[in-house]
């Protein structure tokens, strides 16, 4: 599969385009030297790079992936915050929730390729996304409390809408690592292939998932996401918005053909 076009947002975060799969984005963490450990500069360019895509109509789905072969990602650069005054922290802080939110908010579909050491932030930047594709060597956890903090990039919160809350505390409180296996069972990840073959089979699901219309997949995502938490009936008026938002569009009247005439649809994305 040959990268048809790159784009490079500060040293740390790549976005690449792939032969026959021109709807699909792999946004790839580039930090190997520090196994994707996410710094400052790192933070502001995941902000920035889903920024950009999530102002790019012609991307359906996005794949998070990462450029280390061990690791997914550590998480925070505790060597940074090491060195960080009580105001730098401070400061630092909105940088680094605008790189965990801009994951979290891309308008998309977005799926994680994961292998080796998914912690703390790093499980957090997987936790934001739609669906977790790990491989046999990967090891995910959410370790903060450990080090006197507590899961700051979304943790507490996505954690418990997976597992349920009882689980979820329990995770939290121990501190403790889980392997591929246990984190399938647990709910921590969605699919689990063998070593090797997460962005692989990540990349295979985002086309999967682009094959169908942009504006059902954007509105479907609203749906799901809005829907969370609300009692049923202000959930399925929430679904009632997304189907009213999709219902005249372009796309609509496009599916509906092609059903009929037996054909692949050619989405206007409108």
Not at 29 to 55: F, H, I, Q
Not at 232 to 260: C, H, I, K, Q, T
Request: net charge negative; aromatic share 4%.
């Amino acid at each position: 599969m040959g990268v048809t076009s790159e784009q490079r947002f500060g040293e740390f975060v790549v976005v690449r385009r792939h032969e026959g799969q021109e709807h699909v984005a792999e946004l790839v963490l580039d930090r190997p030297k520090a196994m994707n450990a996410v710094s400052t500069a790192m933070a502001v360019s995941v902000a920035e790079a889903c920024a950009a895509l999530g102002a790019d109509q012609g991307v359906r789905a996005t794949v998070l992936t990462s450029s280390h072969e061990r690791a997914f990602c550590v998480g925070a650069d505790l060597k940074e915050r090491n060195s960080f005054t009580d105001a730098e922290l401070v400061r630092q802080r909105p940088t680094a929730r605008a790189a965990y939110t801009g994951v979290l908010e891309l308008p998309m579909p977005v799926v994680a390729a994961v292998h080796g050491y998914a912690l703390g932030g790093g499980f957090e930047l997987a936790l934001a996304c739609d669906v977790i594709v790990a491989d046999r060597t990967a090891v995910v956890g959410l370790p903060e409390v450990s080090v006197g903090v507590v899961p700051g990039g979304g943790g507490t919160q996505l954690l418990p809408r997976r597992v349920g809350a009882a689980r979820a505390a329990e995770l939290v409180f121990s501190a403790r690592r889980v392997e591929a296996a246990e984190a399938r069972d647990l709910g921590l990840v969605d699919e689990l292939v063998e070593a090797g073959r997460d962005r692989e089979e990540a990349l295979a699901l985002g086309a999967r998932i682009a094959a169908n219309s942009p504006v059902g997949l954007r509105a479907a995502k609203r749906a799901l996401r809005l829907g969370q938490g609300l009692d049923l009936r202000a959930g399925l008026e929430v679904e009632d918005a997304a189907w009213r938002s999709v219902a005249f569009s372009g796309d609509r009247a496009e599916g509906v053909a092609a059903f009929n005439e037996k054909r692949k649809p050619n989405w206007p994305g409108e």
